[in-house]
């Protein structure tokens, strides 16, 4: 029989650095991603032409239910006893200001194969059950995940296409031939590949709504120095 793997939320930075152990593993979990796109309005067409402009970030979202009824004396894998309550203000904490960090600290959801770096964007906490005294005893959280990334991370490991496929861009008027060698190539001075690819004998003439197939990089072109 395969062990039982248990998710854990963890911080590795600022001062609430530790494991956080949850509960009861959730039963299902929602990962999103979304793009942002620039509509462009061209007279006499039926809808706007649509420039992409970025990629937002990963979210995962997913219920964690919360029940101290049922919590063992001595949990190893959940770490020590600890109430509902507890348990709900050590996750709620992780979305204040960390006093280290000077921001709310950047988390791993780590469950077998899923490992997510990410903030906790929000959380929203229903209780459902309670001791005569009004403690709560079982609570539902909806935790909303937003993935995390330094700058470099993202230079290093940039969500690009693949650069041995050729791609078609449309031109809209706020691009140039420079602007979108920049965005594909990361390098404004490989214009002359596009215009080579597209026939462009005069850049400065290229009309806002052109169709331009951006060639891949061949294997000899070594990235440009910046400095």
């Known amino acids: 029989m395969a062990k039982l793997e248990k998710a854990v939320i963890e911080v590795t930075e600022g001062s609430k650095r ?29 809808s706007p032409l649509l420039q992409f402009v970025n990629g937002e970030a990963d979210q995962l979202t997913m219920e964690l239910f919360l029940d101290d009824y049922t919590d063992p004396d001595k949990p190893p894998a959940r770490g020590p006893k600890k109430s509902v309550p507890e348990r709900v203000r050590e996750i709620a904490a992780l979305l204040e200001i960390d006093r280290d960090l000077h921001a709310p600290p950047p988390v791993h959801f780590l469950w077998g194969p899923l490992h997510f770096r990410a903030v906790i964007e929000k959380l929203s906490q229903k209780f459902t059950l309670f001791r005569p005294d009004g403690t709560a005893a079982r609570a539902t959280l909806n935790v909303a995940f937003k993935e995390y990334r330094t700058l470099s991370q993202q ?10 496929k050729s ?61």
């Not at 530790?18 to 067409?45: C, D, H, I, M, W």
């Not at 230079?155 to 041995?164: F, K, T, V």
């Open 18 to 46: 530790g494991q956080y152990p949850v509960l009861f593993n959730p039963t299902e979990y929602t990962r999103e991603r979304s793009n942002a796109f620039k509509a462009t309005a061209v007279p006499g067409l039926d």
């Open 155 to 164: 230079l290093r490991e940039p969500r690009r296409e693949s650069a041995d």
């Open 167 to 227: 791609k078609r861009r449309i031109l809209d008027a706020a691009l140039d031939l420079w602007l979108l060698a920049y965005r594909e190539y990361d390098d404004p001075a490989r214009w002359r590949k596009i215009a080579e690819a597209n026939d462009i004998d005069d850049p400065w003439r290229v009309a806002a709504g052109t169709a331009l197939i951006v060639p891949p990089l061949d294997p000899s072109d070594a990235p440009r120095s910046r400095f």
